[in-house]
């Protein structure tokens, strides 16, 4: 089945706390993104990713990092979160043309 | 640059009703445009699309049409379920400048169908 897959679903961690989200794909993909949502304001995209070894920022990468050492893999990383991160955030691969998106199921984080 | 807005929410309406969430963009070129839907403790799914001027997409029952001179997308259902209740969010792609195909989501619209 395709699909992306997240984890963990849910986490709760203090501020400064290092974590780490998973991503992974099986489509073969070449296009990954992050993506926050918050009320009111939609999805922003946060970072997003070309291929293996090509990322960029989005519209709010500060406070996070990304990797892409492997097609299917797009990990999200919080070096040192802070409550303003607390949101749900959702991991995307892409198809070719027009530009639509699979997402995954989300991780909800909350940052005390 | 892009942007979307969505009508504001939250939309209550009884089963069988008619619905319309209006939604209207701003972007240079010719953006793609797509309805995402958001069931309760789930991700977000494709609802329907559509690539270019006057193309309609449509699936569940959901109808929207890309109407470049008004620069709306408004998703229309004839009949709604309880089932539809759920999140709906308009968004754009546009594969010009640096957008590189980002996905351009308005703020989202809750939808409570009640029986």
């Known amino acids: 089945e395709a699909q992306v897959t997240q984890n963990p679903r849910y986490l709760i961690t203090v501020t400064g706390k290092k974590l780490t989200v998973t991503c992974s794909q099986n489509?073969?993909?070449?296009?990954m993104s992050w993506y926050r949502q918050d009320p009111g304001l939609g999805l922003r995209q946060i970072y997003y990713?070309?291929?293996?070894?090509?990322?960029d920022k989005g519209d709010v990468p500060e406070g996070y990092k990304v990797s892409r050492k492997e097609k299917r893999n797009f990990p999200l990383i919080l070096e040192s979160p802070s409550p303003n991160q607390t949101s749900l955030y959702f991991c995307?691969?892409?198809?070719?043309?027009?530009?639509?998106?699979?997402f995954g199921p989300g991780t909800r984080l909350t940052v005390t | 640059g892009d942007s979307v807005t969505q009508m504001e929410g939250p939309v209550t309406l009884s089963e069988e009703a008619f619905l319309t969430i209006n939604c209207t963009y701003t972007?240079?070129?010719?953006?793609?445009l797509f309805w995402y839907v958001q069931y309760p403790g789930e991700g977000l799914q494709l609802l329907l699309k559509?690539?270019?001027?006057?193309d309609k997409g449509s699936n569940k029952g959901f109808e929207a049409t890309y109407r470049k001179e008004t620069t709306s997308f408004h998703l229309e259902k004839g009949s709604v379920q309880v089932s539809d209740s759920a999140v709906y969010f308009c968004?754009?792609?546009?594969?010009?400048?640096?957008?590189?195909?980002?996905?351009?989501f308005g703020q989202g619209t809750i939808l409570t169908v009640h029986p």
């Open positions: 489509m073969n993909h070449e296009y």
């Open positions: 972007a240079t070129g010719y953006p793609s």
């Open positions: 559509a690539t270019k001027a006057d």
């Open positions: 968004a754009l792609s546009n594969a010009g400048g640096t957008s590189y195909g980002k996905l351009t």
């Open positions: 990713s070309m291929n293996v070894e090509v990322t």
């Open positions: 995307a691969s892409r198809v070719g043309e027009p530009y639509e998106q699979y």
